[in-house]
């Protein structure tokens, strides 16, 4: 058996156990990302330090999942081909490296939340038949070793230096081919599944017409600045930024989808698809922001949001005098964890169900998640949710702040140019320097820009819907020739201006100024 061959059939196996779990988690039913590579990629998200996340985020930006997947692919690639390698020298130390490799992933896969005992299958499985293809492989090749041959009716010669014919290639040829066409008749079935992977959920999305709100939010008069090459003022769907740690996107039917109030309650309440659509459904204009977004960052967008008010539930439920905090958990078992005053004041923290007229799309968290004004999403922006713990702070704490977050996470006051772009040239004369401000807490009231080292300026501020909504402004600048910086700063609602001191986003948020750079010819 060549090395070589033994990487291909290493490689193979992969496809032909990976193929093999994907169908034993359709047959199981096991939808919440605890497929054994999901499951890997989840357990690397989870134990990497803070600093490694969000160095991920600045790099790869909404694409981190994809750099993710593809990383682990590499890893995995490797490390099969690898034992594909061993199994050409060694059949037995490779199958016993193999059965501790699958076994390390089960237990992995068996730890991840909400898992129960039979997720770990599609993980056996996928081992237990790459283990099988590769030692058949091996034991195939082995009966195939190399022969001497000689004219037929002639005596062995006896020269000593005439070396016999080896036949190298046509046994390993066949094994080869053997192996393939396993690995390829395996995948047939997780390719279709792929592809046909959550149409239930997608028809079930597609169908809906959603329930007409009691208070609308229309956009007001004024609010939208866009100039040419900046960013709408309503971010489309399409273009909303998504950071969240599922590595793939649960398929949640909302028929069998329901919320679970518990905890320090005086009532437990048990919410269902069907009485949330008929309950008296709110819009509002809401402007999420990750708190791992830069000075700078598009890591914020704006969406109108249709749903119901979350103290309207908790008032049903009672939260008890100590209770200080709402954990919320999502369908594949992150949680956030929410001041209770947050979701109980008058912000209007919302079960949402609608995004900009339309039902949530599924990688936002169709049917149902979190939106809640004020604060970063990784503190209150449950996606997928399923259950609302009340509870206190010193008792519970949600998934990032044991790994270095603050507790509480409130959005900071910022602002950002997004035209002219940095390292951008622009023309002399008058240039619109525009580009968008938030405190999603108090609103913003001012917006000033600064040319080089120039005196501070008033930029033109859109009107503001809410309080909850960014706001556009445009600035006109009679650019003369030459290198010049453009800085920008925000004054929120209560009259405080953004702070100029520069910090990154870990543990709560980053600050700072946003300056760009031009050069106008």
Wanted: aromatic fraction near 6%; charge should be neutral; glycine fraction near 10%.
């Amino acid at each position: 058996m060549s090395s070589r061959n033994g990487l291909a059939a290493g490689a193979l196996g992969l496809g032909a156990a990976a193929a093999l779990a994907w169908i034993v988690d359709g047959i199981t039913g096991a939808a919440r990302s605890v497929d054994p590579l999901a499951a890997v990629g989840g357990w690397v998200v989870d134990g990497v330090p803070p600093a490694v996340k969000t160095l991920a985020v600045n790099l790869f930006g909404t694409a981190d999942k994809i750099a993710l997947w593809c990383g682990l692919a590499l890893v995995a690639g490797a490390v099969f081909a690898g034992l594909g390698r061993l199994a050409a020298r060694s059949p037995r130390t490779a199958l016993v490296a193999a059965a501790a490799l699958v076994g390390a992933t089960a237990l992995i896969v068996d730890t991840r939340p909400q898992a129960t005992p039979i997720d770990i299958l599609p993980t056996l499985g996928g081992g237990v038949v790459w283990m099988i293809l590769l030692w058949g492989w091996a034991s195939e090749r082995r009966g195939h070793g190399p022969t001497a041959s000689t004219d037929q009716g002639t005596a062995p010669t006896t020269d000593h230096r005439a070396a016999p014919t080896v036949d190298h290639g046509t046994p390993d040829r066949r094994s080869m081919l053997r192996l393939a066409a396993g690995a390829a008749a395996v995948s047939a079935v997780p390719v279709g599944r792929a592809l046909t992977s959550g149409s239930s959920t997608q028809t079930a999305r597609a169908a809906l017409v959603l329930p007409s709100a009691s208070s609308t939010a229309p956009v007001a008069p004024g609010a939208d600045l866009t100039t040419a090459a900046a960013p709408p003022w309503q971010t489309p769907e399409t273009d909303f930024f998504r950071i969240d740690t599922a590595l793939r996107v649960p398929t949640v039917d909302p028929a069998t989808w329901s919320l679970r109030v518990a905890g320090e309650v005086e009532h437990e309440v048990v919410l269902t698809w069907a009485e949330l659509l008929g309950k008296p459904l709110v819009e509002r204009w809401v402007t999420l922001a990750c708190v791992s977004n830069e000075v700078g960052g598009d890591l914020v967008g704006n969406a109108r949001w249709l749903g119901w008010p979350v103290r309207e539930l908790l008032a049903q439920a009672r939260p008890r005098a100590d209770a200080d905090m709402v954990l919320s958990r999502s369908f594949d078992g992150w949680t956030a964890g929410t001041p209770l005053t947050a979701l109980t004041d008058g912000r209007d923290a919302l079960l949402a169900i609608g995004m900009n007229g339309s039902p949530l799309p599924a990688k936002h968290g169709f049917p149902v998640r979190l939106v809640v004004p004020g604060l970063y999403g990784y503190v209150s922006a449950t996606k997928w949710v399923t259950e609302l713990k009340v509870t206190r702070f010193a008792q519970d704490q949600g998934y990032w702040t044991p790994r270095g977050w603050s507790a509480f996470g409130p959005v900071k006051t910022a602002s950002r140019i997004d035209v002219p772009r940095s390292g951008r040239e622009v023309k002399a004369g008058l240039v619109a320097v525009a580009g968008v401000a938030w405190d999603t807490g108090r609103g913003i009231r001012a917006v000033d820009v600064r040319i080089d080292d120039g005196p501070w300026r008033s930029a033109r501020l859109g009107e503001e819907p809410a309080t909850s909504a960014w706001r556009q402004w445009v600035y006109p600048w009679d650019a003369p020739p030459g290198s010049h910086t453009i800085t920008v700063r925000a004054q929120d609602g209560a009259g405080q201006w953004q702070t100029a001191e520069v910090r990154p986003s870990d543990p709560d948020g980053a600050t700072g100024l946003h300056i760009v750079t031009v050069r106008v010819v």
